[in-house]
């Protein structure tokens, strides 16, 4: 089992740019999430998929993000428009169902620094 | 105002100290609370949660949690420490209703030989 694998790990990109993130959850989970972690913001929920389906992006900023699960060995997190307020670390978590009491399973993270 | 509070951001034991983490929360209804640890460079790991039952609830590594109502609180502690439990503690809350889970500002744990 390797966990949940988060590609790239690092990425740099400047203002303006546009950035994809990849996550492959745990095989056999069916509820993946991310989440945006800053110094200053600590960690923040940004969306939460089940069974691919989208269930709760009430985290994502308005503009400019947007995540999809298009099948159910990956996630992708994108941001458009790229401003240095997105530098942060995003980590993906996989669950095995999506409940409130189900762990979750966190991969390493994309460090995203936009100059 | 919900919330998850960790009142220490940063906490330095010797090895073989026994260490308190502190975590008090307040949020309403039916909740679950668990502590994840992050190692420098790595994604958070799961120690341990409570929902109901026994209110002191043992995890990994030899770290266990009491949870209090009336304190509304939800303490990490372990009774000797090794210096490889230096890392990021962080007390989340998620609820019953929803998967969304709401984390502290974690409390940095600094083990010295």
């Known amino acids: 089992n390797a966990g949940v694998i988060q590609t790239p790990r690092h990425k740099v990109t400047g203002k303006g740019q546009e950035a994809t993130l990849w996550c492959e959850p745990i095989?056999?989970?069916?509820?993946v999430f991310w989440y945006r972690q800053t110094i200053v913001q600590g960690l923040e929920f940004l969306t939460y998929f089940r069974n691919q389906a989208p269930i709760d992006d009430s985290g994502m900023p308005k503009e400019r993000f947007s995540a999809q699960m298009p099948n159910q060995s990956h996630s992708t997190l994108k941001i458009q428009s790229t401003q240095p307020q997105d530098s942060a670390v995003y980590l993906c978590?996989?669950?095995?169902?999506?409940?409130?009491?189900?762990?979750?399973?966190f991969g390493p993270g994309t460090r995203l620094t936009v100059l | 105002t919900q919330t998850v509070s960790q009142s220490d951001a940063h906490v330095t034991v010797f090895e073989g100290d026994s260490v308190e983490l502190r975590c008090n929360y307040s949020y309403g209804g039916s909740i679950y609370l668990s502590w994840y640890i992050q190692h420098h460079g790595h994604g958070l790991q799961f120690l341990l949660k409570y929902y109901s039952g026994n209110p002191v609830v043992q995890g990994v590594n030899g770290f266990e949690a009491e949870f209090s109502k009336s304190d509304s609180s939800f303490h990490l502690r372990k009774a000797s420490v090794h210096w490889s439990d230096s890392a990021v503690y962080f007390c989340a809350v998620s609820k019953n209703s929803n998967n969304r889970i709401f984390f502290g500002d974690g409390t940095q744990l600094v083990v010295k030989p």
């Open positions: 095989s056999g989970h069916s509820a």
């Open positions: 978590a996989s669950s095995l169902e999506g409940g409130a009491d189900a762990e979750q399973f």
